[in-house]
């Protein structure tokens, strides 16, 4: 027997296709959309974050043209000031999450109270950070490092130490700015840094125009220097530009400490410190693990390291632009548009890591001697970059998950997960590689692939879940 579909059925079939296709296109264009206007909005904090990368690879390069063990020596300071500087920056990273809510509440009083109970914070984090590491720094003797580029890095550290007041008070700024969606003031300033950075290195770094030839220490100085500058430049612009004015204005009512607020600062600063904190630590807890194998290796794996953080920024530009959008909307309560900001920020984020991934694979031997000419340093840095393209796409997924996970608030059960993916997982399988497997820094770089694939997946799952949840209460209450 034959069954022909009634005529009424073929037309209802059509109009439900049609239906079909012009919800799947209106959800495109609305996702298409939304990835617009945060690239948009992350493009100078990109800029901006690329400017602050760039001075640690000029450096790195400049120091690195007199030897490498003066560019182990800088690579074993990084690693040192890594885990404290991201915690630092994770305090300050509260600022733009709740002015940013504030914001989206059009509530300008609450958004100047944020603001200055915020600085006050990070200004204590900052002094408190900068003297730990100052007067801590002989820890670089128990670390099981090359003698002699421990002698080199002591005075840098020093330095180093010191310049994370300005630079952590520079970044509180940026901050209010970035979580107001004036992304661009911040940027300008950073790109304003860099020639400041490069000549104060070319005079101090190598004597030039009658300077002493001051080598690492010369570095330091300049670093120091170039962070007083731009922070100082940024306050000026925040006090006296009309932008900021209305913010300004109410500062006699608004600029209260009070413990509420700080409650409610520490409630999203302390997690993202730990998180960014754990993620910091796991990348210089190996930069150390592999610096105990030579300075052959220490140097090679901070020029893949250096290559993978500049690429870095760039999702982190666009993990803290969606994590703004996310807030803001947040604070309104339009769930909807939560959920298509952060789709649209995860697409962007894996097409961006794919493209990264295929660069570090094609120029993975032009790359390194970017940085240093010894045969040795740059066959093992040009194995390592293959590994690094390998964790691009999960490394910039993480991010984006992370960052859109602290828009909505969500901050203890990350910090948790991001524990697991980095400590328990991807740092003892990274040591078995290395050392049980004798493997080496090959056997460290796939631990930490390991943990960032782990730390992508739990962290974008929990915000897809929690995203379809409150979009559904919404939309039933």
């Given at each position: 027997m034959i069954y022909r579909?009634?005529?009424?059925?073929?037309?209802?079939?059509?109009?439900t296709k049609v239906s079909t296709?012009?919800?799947?296109?209106?959800?495109g264009w609305y996702m298409s959309s939304e990835a617009t206007k945060t690239i948009k909005l992350?493009?100078?904090?990109?800029?901006?974050?690329?400017?602050?990368?760039?001075?640690?690879?000029?450096?790195?390069?400049?120091?690195?043209?007199?030897?490498?063990?003066?560019?182990?020596a800088a690579a074993l300071v990084l690693n040192?000031?890594?885990i404290p500087f991201v915690f630092g920056i994770g305090i300050t990273i509260s600022v733009s999450q709740m002015v940013s809510m504030a914001h989206g509440r059009r509530d300008g009083n609450l958004v100047s109270h944020y603001f200055f109970n915020g600085f006050v914070l990070c200004a204590i984090a900052a002094v408190a950070i900068s003297c730990l590491l100052v007067f801590g720094r002989n820890v670089l003797y128990h670390l099981g490092q090359d003698p002699e580029v421990v002698e080199l890095a002591l005075p840098f550290?020093?330095?180093?130490?010191?310049?994370?007041?300005?630079?952590?008070?520079?970044?509180?700024?940026?901050q209010f700015t970035d979580g107001l969606e004036y992304t661009r003031t911040a940027m300008l300033l950073s790109l304003i840094g860099m020639p400041i950075n490069i000549f104060l290195n070319w005079l101090l770094i190598y004597g030039n125009l009658g300077f002493p030839r001051l080598e690492l220490v010369g570095a330091g100085w300049a670093t120091l220097i170039t962070r007083t500058f731009i922070f100082l430049l940024l306050a000026f612009v925040v006090l006296k530009h009309s932008t900021f004015k209305r913010y300004i204005l109410v500062s006699r009512s608004q600029w209260k400490l009070k413990a509420k607020t700080?409650?409610?600062?520490?409630?999203?600063?302390?997690?993202?410190?730990?998180?960014?904190?754990?993620?910091?630590?796991?990348?210089?807890?190996?930069?150390?693990?592999?610096?105990?194998?030579?300075?052959?290796?220490?140097?090679?794996?901070?020029?893949?390291?250096?290559?993978?953080?500049?690429?870095?920024?760039?999702?982190?530009?666009?993990?803290?632009a969606g994590s703004i959008r996310v807030s803001n909307a947040y604070g309104g309560h339009n769930f909807s548009l939560i959920s298509r900001i952060g789709r649209s920020t995860l697409i962007t984020?894996?097409?961006?890591?794919?493209?990264?991934?295929?660069?570090?694979a094609v120029f993975?031997?032009?790359?390194?001697?970017l940085f240093n000419d010894n045969t040795e340093v740059v066959g093992l840095a040009s194995g390592l970059l293959l590994f690094a393209a390998v964790f691009q796409i999960s490394d910039s997924t993480q991010a984006i998950g992370a960052g859109l996970l602290r828009g909505i608030k969500d901050v203890k059960i990350p910090t948790i997960l991001v524990a697991i993916s980095y400590w328990v997982v991807g740092l003892p399988v990274g040591y078995l590689l290395a050392f049980h497997f004798k493997m080496g820094a090959t056997g460290m770089w796939l631990g930490l692939i390991t943990g960032l694939t782990l730390a992508s997946v739990f962290l974008i799952l929990r915000f897809l879940r929690i995203s379809k949840r409150n979009e559904r209460m919404s939309l039933a209450g």
């Open positions: 579909t009634p005529a009424k059925s073929l037309g209802y079939l059509y109009l296709f012009a919800a799947l296109k209106t959800r992350a493009l100078p904090i990109i800029i901006g974050e690329l400017a602050q990368m760039a001075l640690h690879l000029i450096d790195a390069a400049m120091v690195g043209a007199i030897s490498y063990k003066q560019l182990a040192a000031l890594n550290m020093k330095l180093m130490g010191m310049s994370l007041v300005p630079m952590l008070l520079f970044m509180t700024l940026k700080m409650k409610e600062l520490l409630h999203i600063g302390i997690p993202s410190s730990l998180q960014m904190g754990m993620e910091a630590g796991a990348f210089a807890v190996s930069g150390i693990i592999i610096g105990t194998l030579g300075a052959v290796s220490q140097a090679s794996h901070q020029i893949a390291l250096s290559c993978a953080s500049f690429t870095f920024m760039v999702s982190m530009g666009l993990a803290q984020a894996l097409c961006y890591g794919i493209f990264c991934a295929v660069i570090f993975r031997f032009q790359l390194p001697q």
